[in-house]
């Protein structure tokens, strides 16, 4: 069962920086968005504007967001390496919760752009990249169908091509 914090989403660090956090398993989980002004701070992220077609050459009217995802452990720190191998169902709920902040966020914010990186498994306890997990999770592996509707999802964006956007109507 998936239970939400009392808050669907909450701002401790001020307007530009909203998070959800949910319990999957007995496990804490945070999914935070933080609001983009400029071209250079997207690009501060890692994000390349121009790869994503049509490129960005001026910021959208509607906001852009940087989507953060992670564990939380005794030892958090923002450094987005806690989620490791989930089992199957337990997987299916956290990322079905997290689709589901990016949706809720979407709803109320008619952001036009959603941007994340992939963390890099420096530490190789992963089983699977999580590049192959967000590329299914898309449908970039033509395997799937669970592409979000209405929305244009790109991927290997960044110059380590671990970038990922999904551009909605508001754009």
Known sequence: ??????????????????QRT???GGSLYNVAFTK???LAELKAWHADPTQISPALTVMPANSVGCVMFDKITPDYNNNFQHVMELSGLQAVKVIRSVARA???????????????????DTARR????LTEIYD???GFNHKTATCIPLTTSVNHLCTDRRGYAIITSYV
């Not at 914090?5 to 660090?13: G, K, V, Y």
């Not at 992963?126 to 990249?129: M, T």
């Open 126 to 129: 992963r089983k699977r990249d």
């Open 136 to 138: 299914a999770i898309l």
């Open 22 to 24: 949910f319990t999957v």
């Open 36 to 38: 983009i002004h400029t």
């Open 102 to 120: 990016v949706y809720d966020h979407y709803t109320v914010c008619k952001s036009a752009l959603y941007m994340w990186v992939a963390a890099k």
């Open 1 to 18: 069962m998936i239970h939400w914090q009392a808050h669907d989403f909450d701002h401790p660090f001020g307007p530009d920086y909203v």
